[in-house]
């Protein structure tokens, strides 16, 4: 089972709790994760650092849950990751 965590707003946009959130989904297999492409309030430098950090969440989540984590390639290209 998977989930599907885009398009994903930054703060600017829809404050969230993303450790809470990922609670609720201990039991999927992968969840696939895309930043927000549909305001500008998502291309700021505060977004950027914003999804750098819930890129990290994501990351030792899934590690510790055993759940596949899946960082859209714009997304990655965004926080300017090497892909």
């Known amino acids: 089972m998977w989930v ?5 707003p930054p703060s600017t946009i829809h404050k969230q709790n993303l450790p809470r ?7 999927v ?4 994760f895309g930043k927000w ?13 914003e999804y750098e950090e819930e890129i990290n969440v994501l990351r030792k989540f899934g590690r510790k849950h ?10 990655l290209k ?4 090497q892909i």
């Open 4 to 8: 599907s965590m885009e398009p994903y």
């Open 21 to 27: 959130l990922l609670e609720e989904l201990k039991f």
């Open 29 to 32: 297999d992968l969840i696939i």
């Open 37 to 49: 492409n549909y305001d500008s309030r998502a291309r700021t430098e505060l977004a950027k650092q």
């Open 66 to 75: 055993n759940i596949r984590v899946h960082i859209k390639t714009d997304t």
């Open 78 to 81: 965004f926080i300017g990751e």
